[in-house]
């Protein structure tokens, strides 16, 4: 790996090679959209259980306890490498991932986030801004059709998305929903009820939830060589997705 380069690698990248790329993507575009939003992500094969341990040992103590905590409630994970631990599909959760190292977070009490989670989610884009006044561990990735959160623990997780789920409609502001999560992280942690931390209040869908937007590139040229590509390099005898 070059160390020091400061610039993107992007102009150095011949046009044949940005217009084959261009083909490969277009021809998987195509195959993706034929599926239907159905399928997987990821992969179900594990992790070795030893190899798991071995790597984790050395981990900070938050990362390590968060990790053998969802070990213990999900199992071994499907890959592991020396920085993160992941799971796709465990419970409720599209993907699990829980990383060595961590980062500072002080709402709604200082912690450390370090366990991400994900589901399958639209969100309307008139409510992204919204929801990026709520917290900065709130993620929306329109295009994929996720919502992220990460935090120190699942249970303040499983807050966040029901008070990103209430925001969506227009159940709460982000200013009231500060304030939910305040309510109940205080509650979960004081070991009461919390019903926002225990389960999601709102059904999660059953297939991705896909934002692809539209196209807007209508350079005749550039599309007729990207075309052109993609026929010459015979891709149906590719595997594509």
């Not at 341990?53 to 999900?74: D, G, H, N, Q």
């Not at 589901?119 to 929306?140: D, M, Q, R, W």
């Amino acid at each position: 790996m070059q160390q020091g380069n400061k610039e993107p690698i992007s102009g150095q990248i011949p046009k044949e090679d940005r217009i084959k790329v261009g083909a490969i993507a277009e021809a998987t575009n195509e195959k993706l959209h034929k599926t239907d939003m159905t399928g997987t992500r990821g992969t179900t094969a594990q992790a070795d259980q030893s190899n798991v341990r071995e790597i984790i040992k050395e981990w900070p103590l938050l990362s390590k306890e968060v990790a053998e905590t969802m070990m213990k409630f999900y199992g071994v994970p499907n890959t592991i490498t020396p920085t993160q631990i992941t799971w796709y599909y465990n419970g409720p959760w599209k993907r699990t991932v829980v990383y060595k190292d961590g980062y500072p977070h002080d709402f709604p009490e200082p912690h450390t986030d370090m366990l991400e989670q994900t589901i399958n989610y639209h969100v309307p884009a008139e409510k992204v801004g919204e929801l990026a006044k709520l917290e900065g561990s709130l993620f929306v990735d329109r295009t994929k059709g996720e919502v992220m959160v990460h935090c120190d623990n699942e249970g303040a997780n499983t807050i966040s998305m029901n008070v990103m789920h209430d925001i969506v409609e227009d159940r709460l502001t982000a200013e009231t929903g500060r304030e939910k999560i305040k309510e109940q992280i205080t509650k979960f942690l004081k070991g009461e009820t919390a019903p926002y931390a225990e389960e999601f209040l709102f059904e999660l869908p059953e297939k991705e939830q896909w934002d692809t937007d539209n196209p807007v590139v209508d350079d005749k040229e550039l599309l007729k060589d990207i075309k052109a590509k993609k026929k010459s390099m015979n891709l149906d005898d590719e595997k594509l997705v």
